[in-house]
């Protein structure tokens, strides 16, 4: 089978197509065929060993010294089931399912356990928009409802409003019944406020902590909010929370403890089956859209890397196998 492999950190250049073993299901996996997947923020970081602040050693060590311990990237994906173990019954063959794979889904097949982080893909939905849901709905989802504790009524303010995880922050946090102001670039306002946002910012144009208004969550998803700004605009009882954090935000949280100032609350979100199966019942109400930035043929993946690591994709970005099946609104 084809597949995206990366032998070596480095830039987008060290990616490259071959042709790898295809994988059989243990009796507890199924196989699946891959029609689309995301090239996450994650990916991109693996490849280029580019792990944040005090990551840079444990990544390292986790990940691979010198290259990746597994060369196959891939996080997330959307297919059908081609084979299943002999102790399987949660999914037939032939069924579409999306989810996360943890890795190795840069290729046309992936094995994955039947009982972990997977769900039936709702018809109606491409398998592209499937995709796209998977990584950046789970870590909002969690992010908002685990470690911001977000209530109806709340005032909260998504940093990245556009962006992999940001796109699908606002459309649930209007879901919990917050009040949501979303920061964007110019090019991307008119997406936010489709997406549902009462309010939008322009972050070229304003700077989003001078506005004066309080807030009882500021919500980062890209890194660009530090909590030294975060805090003018946060209630006294409330939370920051970035996805992304180093030292530094170790450091202000305690300090934030002891002073009794707003909250940091610094957290990693999982991967669970209860949340996947949790966006796919929003996505087949149609509470819940995938956002797609843009698609690459797996052949042209580095392009798609690229794209990632500007940081200005709006929604997913996704590379497509060439013999994918057709979408359903083809």
Not at 181 to 190: E, F, P, Q, R, S
Not at 245 to 256: K, P, T
Request: charged share 25%; net charge neutral.
């Amino acid at each position: 089978m084809r597949a995206a492999i990366t032998d070596s950190y480095g830039d987008a250049d060290v990616l490259s197509i071959a042709e790898i073993d295809r994988p059989e299901p243990g009796d507890d996996e199924i196989l699946v065929k891959v029609f689309a997947a995301p090239v996450t923020t994650a990916d991109w970081r693996l490849r280029a060993a580019a792990f944040p602040g005090i990551m840079a050693l444990p990544g390292r060590l986790m990940m691979g010294l010198t290259r990746p311990k597994n060369p196959v990237l891939g996080l997330a994906f959307a297919g059908r089931v081609v084979a299943r173990g002999s102790d399987v019954s949660r999914f037939r063959l032939g069924d579409p399912v999306f989810g996360f794979s943890g890795a190795g889904a840069h290729a046309e097949y992936l094995t994955v356990k039947a009982d972990g982080p997977v769900a039936l893909k709702p018809k109606a939905i491409t398998y592209e928009k499937a995709a796209a849901v998977p990584f950046g709905g789970v870590s909002a989802l969690v992010f908002l409802r685990d470690f911001a504790g977000v209530k109806p009524g709340q005032k909260l303010l998504i940093n990245g409003a556009s962006g992999g995880v940001g796109a699908y922050a606002v459309q649930l946090a209007k879901i919990m019944g917050a009040e949501v102001t979303g920061v964007a670039g110019t090019d991307n306002l008119d997406l936010v406020r489709a997406l549902g946002a009462d309010r939008v910012i322009d972050y070229r144009k304003q700077d989003v902590s001078a506005s004066g208004d309080l807030y009882d969550v500021v919500l980062d998803t890209v890194g660009k909010l530090p909590y030294t700004k975060a805090r003018r605009i946060l209630k006294k009882t409330g939370r920051y929370v970035p996805l992304e954090f180093a030292g530094r935000e170790i450091l202000q949280a305690l300090l934030a403890g002891l002073t009794g100032g707003p909250k940091i609350v610094l957290a990693v979100s999982g991967d669970k089956r209860e949340d996947i199966e949790h966006l796919a019942r929003l996505l087949e109400t149609g509470e819940l859209r995938g956002i797609v930035d843009s698609t690459y043929p797996l052949a042209d993946i580095a392009a798609a890397h690229r794209r990632v690591e500007t940081r200005h994709a709006k929604g997913a970005v996704i590379v497509t196998m060439e013999d994918r099946e057709p979408s359903p609104d083809q």
